[in-house]
């Protein structure tokens, strides 16, 4: 069940174990917090180890102004992370102190492992004082002293510890002391000296490029506010034997888009434990802690377990039992009643990708086609439909052509990582790819406004201002094109429209002068990062939501794009543009005898775009809203949602937790997820596919999300669309495969029979070159990367864009345009409709204008700061992980990024309350003062519902949405204009 | 193992996740401690009460032996340091139980036993016990929490050494190893606990070692850092106070039972009258 240990004969049990822990490698995703939690069945505020946020005090300024941005290697003040757990002492100070005889601490002669008998140990707490590096820990609960004694029950079994188990940086290491040290110095690694106390301490640390930062910012630590002991579930704190599992079932983890390959370890029919499959060729049994959050989740006493009907008045909150029969008997004929009134486009779906693939392209899609609406969403116009675009204009598919392998993505000698905190958002797969670049000395360069994880592990950190990644690719495709830097060979070969591309940019002159000022990055930095792209012998550009939530994100995608196209870094190894994640064509079809056509397009693409349909009914009325996950913690334009959801005839919630959106519900119905309804969760990163068998039972009545469409069908006449057999989520699965091209001989059983459960699409082209056919064409009309064609101009000139990226702005940034205006409120209201919609959508036209005022006017009105959202750390994934009593105990609070300039200018302390407001709405967080960010930037995360973690505001009530992309109708989350003050609020707009 | 079908509506519903239990089921939950601080401070004001009536009055039979049940109740404490300390508890956690609920139900016991008196003294014992018994629930109750907080508080312990500060740790630790030659031969300083026999062994040098184990102690914390056992410590030091209250008014009352009563008669078992008419600078007993 883990990697083995070859301590068990008699000379490696001489030696003296310790751990070695690699600072330049740890991220601080505190999965070993987890994990140790976990395999010792420790419970809130109990812990053998913790991860430490450290911070520098002083270093040179970031951002504006100088322009320089400051890596780490330009003297930045280092973000670094320290993992803190027993020393493991030759001269052990707990050990002495204790007063209990024989003492409840002793130290192994020969190991020198210092443990505690919890037995004994009458929580005097002498040891926890007398501890000089903090080390010890106590149970709150159970009172006595809790301690890493380097899991002596996995040794006993020839098996590493659970922290270096799933670290996903690789930073730890289990070892005979001796043997780590002289394997570190022989690495010319410096073991830093920290036994300031006599001590011997055995725990080894290897020193970090940038030093280890001082200062621990008081978010990262423990809130007065959380560590209920009452709230914790099960098997924490229960007894090792009650935790042995007795089956183990290889799956995947349904959080996120990492989808790493874990193990499911059952006892009795539950979940027990959640380990990192170690023959996974990818992850090597590395997980982040959200994987293992699933063991809270899956015995979380807290899930919704009965069907709900609202008794009160909307959004009072009141609830009663009622049985699934009668609510489903009850929702359907309100839907029948909607539909003779309204017409069947009057019901609108909305399910998060927390319910699976099969829910958001199958299930929701075969009811929304038979029943006759087009307005069907997920959250992807939230999360990425721009990339998606932007692949699809330029390469002609979403399918990245780059996967994660050693030999592929692993192979660049740069990396250019552009608005993509991976080491957060994916610590397994940042580990993965940190450990080849730092094995073959590839460089890494982070563009971001803050430095994030990403940026405080990379060489160089450029902190650019938010919104202008668009400027800062045609300024380095300026120098490349205009010293002739560029893949000659490559653009002749593969790409359409280069020259035109060319012959634009210079003629405009997007050069690094023109780009400092508009990104706030120096002209040199960015002329010298040009050059050293197109110099590399393998480049990967990384891009995420920083480029990809905004409303110029499409053309920004675009540029980017053609960066990566002109320096010859498309479909290699060791280079590509890689915006995850991949997304196939998925989209199952009714016969034509089953379907009804909308008579009426959809309102919006994004649903923030359906709120006035909803409460004005405008361009047409939308009645009735049938979804999952949480919208009113995390849509943008909160109070314009709420607005719309109480004005609606009927809304049905269905969702693991109760939580705002189910405030406003009229029936709250209990969803099981992941194991419990088995099947296919997510589509990975990097075209992975993973399946997951029907293991343990949902809590109470809930039921899977397949199970209620198929219910529903059956009580509104659609039950040949959506038959009985399709419950079964394989059927499901393999009646979806059947109309995807992209996903052609990957059925339930093709996945099953993966050995580590996934595979890639297409079937059996696994490397970057792969995607191309045999004669090398893309998916395009051309057979090229298109950056310039005739149809291309149509098609972007009907909202305002051309093929060829003109720069645009939001309306946040400084100065006085361009930006894109729209002329429409939240949707399309007229009769044109999208081209770069398969599916009949309302345009929602826009234009560029030169100037800004929207900008100035709020400028002038105080809003001066640029505010820009985003995931939370590691342990959290949006709203649901703020449920999991760890996630909480981790990152408790809502925070507020904020650079020392300007918590000086408004007068905060760190971790005190500061209040931000927009023209939107206003919320208070706490302050987390720090060097890691742009002076005029500052970082609110998404995800903090006040439900779940005590925020009464989400950043949702700051955004503003209205600004979208006009291609693929992206949510700008990352850009809005706000001002801040100390102290709290009453939280009002 | 076999799962519910989940092809047709449920027909009973299932519980989620159990609850969790993290202690042992003797051992004192937070409700006990909760409980124990309602015995101490609550059930010694009702006892105070109810004694104040005419069926408890000083000195009577019940009262006596509520007496000796209240002192019996509080030597456990002192039994529960010793043994641990000294190598005889086998389950030191269940002596620290008893040793909680012997405190709180001493309270209500002496309270009793008082029987409405208003002597100033005993009074005055009565009202150490009762702040012994809540100190030592309240510290249960919110030093846990404070005690795990620490866990990753110290991050400036991993920054360069001070040389010094070394330096001189590293020296007492040489000194503390030339005294354990005569104190414990053979014993390793570095895991090397006073126990008492060395304290009966080697009074003086044991002195010596324990001053320079407070010394190391003190560098070994945070410059200028209290003692974060300190409520503890004080915790000791009032019940050892207590401990010699209760002593000094075990031997007035058995020897000087004149003394305690006053001008009434002597109304208990007692060894002597001594004393009577005696008083503490113009204070009766």
């Known amino acids: ?394 390469q002609g598919s979403c399918l990245i052509p780059n996967t994660y392998r050693e030999d592929d993505v692993g192979a660049a000698s740069l990396h250019l990582i552009i608005g993509d905190n991976m080491a957060e958002t994916r610590p397994v797969l940042f580990g993965r790819l940190n450990d080849w670049r730092l094995r073959r000395g590839a460089r890494m360069v982070v563009v971001d406004p803050r430095r994030s994880v990403t940026a405080a592990r990379a060489d160089q950190w450029l902190a650019i201002r938010p919104g202008t990644d668009m400027a800062l690719g045609l300024a380095m495709c300026h120098e490349i094109l205009g010293h002739d830097l560029h893949d000659a060979a490559f653009c002749a070969a593969r790409i359409e429209g280069w020259e035109a591309w060319r012959d634009f940019i210079l003629a405009r002159g997007y050069d690094a002068d023109w780009a400092g000022p508009v990104t706030g990055l120096a002209p040199d930095a960015i002329r010298a990062l040009a050059r050293e792209v197109a110099a590399a012998d393998g480049c990967m550009i990384w891009s995420m939501r920083g480029t990809t939530q905004h409303s110029n994100a499409v053309q920004t995608n675009r540029v980017l794009m053609f960066l990566a196209a002109i320096t010859g870094n498309w479909a290699r190894p060791g280079g590509g543009y890689f915006n995850a994640t991949a997304v196939p064509e998925l989209t199952p079809r009714l016969p034509d005898r089953l379907r009804r056509a909308p008579a009426r397009p959809m309102i919006a693409q994004n649903p923030v775009g359906w709120s006035a349909a909803m409460e004005k009914g405008t361009p047409y009325p939308l009645r009735a809203l049938i979804c ?22 009927l809304v049905v919630h269905f969702d693991l937790y109760r939580n705002a959106t189910s405030e406003l519900a009229d029936y709250l119905l209990p969803a099981a997820t992941g194991i419990e309804k088995g099947g296919l969760n997510r589509v990975a990163d990097d075209r992975r596919l993973g399946w997951n068998d029907r293991l343990i039972d949902p809590p109470g009545e809930a039921r899977a999300d397949g199970w209620f469409w198929i219910e529903l069908a059956r009580r509104v006449g659609l039950a040949e669309a959506l038959p009985e057999s399709l419950k079964d989520p394989a059927a499901m699965w393999d009646r979806m495969v059947a109309d995807s091209p992209d996903l052609a001989g ?184 720090s060097r890691g960010i742009r002076p005029d930037t500052v970082f609110l995360p998404i995800g903090w519902s006040h439900d779940a973690a005590g925020a009464p505001r989400t950043a949702g009530h700051l955004i503003d949405p209205r600004q979208r992309d006009p291609v693929a109708d992206q949510a700008n989350l990352k850009s809005t204009l706000c001002r801040l003050r100390a102290g709290r609020q009453g939280n009002t707009p | 193992m076999r799962l519910k079908p989940l092809t047709s509506p449920p027909a009973a519903t299932s519980k989620p996740g159990s609850a969790v239990r993290f202690r042992e089921p003797w051992e004192p939950s937070v409700a006990a401690l909760r409980a124990m601080g309602l015995l101490a401070i609550g059930g010694g004001g009702v006892a105070l009460a109810v004694a104040a009536g005419p069926w408890l009055a000083p000195g009577r039979p019940l009262t006596y032996a509520l007496g000796w049940a209240a002192a019996l109740a509080m030597l456990v404490p002192p039994a529960f ?119 009966r062994a080697h009074p003086v040098a044991m002195l010596r070692y324990r001053r320079l184990a407070r010394l190391e102690s003190r560098l070994l914390r945070r410059p200028g850092a209290p003692l974060a056992t300190r409520p503890r410590r004080w915790h000791i030091a009032l019940a050892t106070l207590l401990l010699g209250g209760l002593a000094a008014h075990v031997v007035t009352v058995s020897l000087f039972a004149g003394y305690a009563a006053g001008d009434g008669p002597v109304t208990w078992p007692h060894l002597a009258e001594w004393g009577r008419g005696w008083t503490w600078w113009g204070l009766a007993p």
Not at chain 1, 132 to 157: I, N, Q, T
Not at chain 1, 771 to 794: H, I, N, V
Not at chain 1, 834 to 839: G, H
Not at chain 2, 81 to 88: D, I, M, Q, T, V
Request: include cysteine; hydrophobic fraction near 40%; charged fraction near 25%.
């Open chain 1, 1 to 394: 069940m883990g990697p083995g240990l070859d301590l068990v004969g008699a000379s490696a049990m001489s030696a003296r174990l310790a751990l070695m822990i690699d600072l330049e490698r740890c991220i601080g995703c505190r999965s070993c917090e987890a994990a140790c939690k976990l395999e010792h069945g420790l419970g809130p505020g109990e812990r053998r180890n913790k991860v430490l946020w450290l911070e520098g005090e002083t270093a040179a300024e970031v951002g504006a102004g100088a322009g320089t941005g400051a890596g780490t290697e330009q003297g930045a003040p280092p973000l670094t992370f320290l993992p803190v757990m027993c020393q493991h002492c030759a001269r052990p100070a707990c050990l002495r102190a204790c007063p209990v005889r024989p003492a409840a601490i002793s130290k192994d002669s020969e190991t020198g492992v210092v443990t505690v008998d919890t037995d004994r140990c009458t929580g005097c707490g002498e040891c926890v004082a007398a501890c000089p590096y903090g080390a010890m820990g106590f149970d709150p609960v159970g009172r006595h002293a809790v301690k890493c004694d380097l899991c002596a029950e996995r040794r006993a079994e020839g098996r590493i510890t659970a922290c270096a188990e799933v670290c996903p940086g690789r930073a730890i290491e289990l070892g005979p002391r001796d043997d780590l040290a002289a394997r570190a110095r022989a690495g010319g690694r410096e073991i830093r000296d920290h036994d300031g106390f006599a001590l011997d301490p055995a725990t080894l640390y290897l020193e970090p490029r940038a030093g280890l930062g001082t200062h621990e910012p008081a978010v990262s630590r423990e809130s007065p506010a959380t560590g209920d002991m009452r709230t914790a579930a099960s098997p924490y704190g229960q007894p090792r034997a009650a935790r042995r599992p007795d089956s183990t079932h290889r799956g995947l983890c349904p959080i996120c888009f990492a989808s790493c390959a874990v193990d499911y370890h059952l006892k009795d029919g539950r979940l027990v434990a959640v380990t990192g499959a170690r023959d996974d060729p990818l992850t090597e049994g590395r997980i982040c802690p959200k994987s293992q959050f699933l063991v809270q989740m899956h015995n979380d006493p807290g899930r919704l377990s009965t069907p709900m009907k609202r008794i009160g008045a909307r959004g009072e909150g009141r609830f009663a039992p009622i049985s699934w029969e009668r609510a489903l008997d009850e929702i359907a004929a309100k839907l029948l009643e909607i539909r003779d009134r309204h017409g069947p486009e009057a019901l609108a779906i909305y399910f998060g990708t927390r319910t699976g693939i099969l829910t958001i392209r199958g299930y929701t899609l075969l009811f929304a086609e038979g029943w006759g609406t087009p307005n069907v969403e997920g959250t992807e116009p939230l999360c990425a439909t721009a990339k998606t675009a932007a692949y699809k204009l330029v």
């Open chain 1, 628 to 649: 999952g996950s949480d919208p009113l913690t995390m849509w943008p334009g909160q109070e314009e949602a709420r607005r719309a959801f109480e004005a609606l005839d």
């Open chain 1, 746 to 929: 990957l059925d339930s059983a093709a996945l099953r029979a993966a050995p580590t459960r996934w595979k890639r699409f297409p079937e059996g082209r696994a490397g970057p070159e792969g995607l191309a056919d045999p004669g090398g064409r893309f998916p395009t009309p051309s057979g090229k990367l298109e950056f310039y064609t005739e149809a291309l101009e149509k098609r972007l000139g009907a909202v305002g864009l051309s093929a060829l990226p003109e720069y645009y702005g939001e309306i946040a940034q400084p100065g006085d345009g361009p930006v894109l205006e729209r002329l429409t409120d939240m949707a399309g209201t007229g009769e044109e409709l999208s081209p770069f919609r398969a599916k009949p959508t309302l345009l929602s036209p826009a234009r560029l204008r030169p100037d800004n005022p929207e900008g100035r006017r709020l400028r002038a009105a105080g809003f001066d700061t640029l505010l820009v959202t985003g995931r939370a750390n590691a342990p959290h994934f949006h709203s649901w992980t703020h449920h999991f009593w760890q996630a909480r105990e981790m990152w408790p609070d809502l925070y507020l990024q904020l650079h020392p300039d300007m918590a000086a200018r408004i007068g905060v302390e760190d971790g005190a309350p500061v209040t931000v407001e927009t023209a939107s709405g206003s919320l208070t967080a706490r302050a987390w003062i």
């Open chain 2, 81 to 199: 340091a010793l043994a641990k300390r000294s190598g005889r508890a086998r389950r030191p956690r269940a002596w620290f139980a008893l040793h909680a609920w012997a405190g709180a139900l001493a309270v209500p016991l002496a309270a009793l036993h008082a029987g409405g008196g208003t002597a100033l003294l005993p009074l005055a014992l009565l009202a150490l016990l009762g702040l012994v018994s809540a100190q030592g629930v309240a510290l249960r109750l919110v030093a846990g929490p404070a005690l795990a907080r620490r866990m990753g508080s110290r991050a400036e312990a991993f920054s360069p050494p001070d040389p010094a500060r070394r330096a001189a740790l590293a020296g007492l630790a040489a000194d503390k190893r030339a005294l354990l030659a005569r104190i414990g031969p053979g014993a390793e300083e570095a895991q090397f606990a006073p126990a008492p026999r060395h304290w």
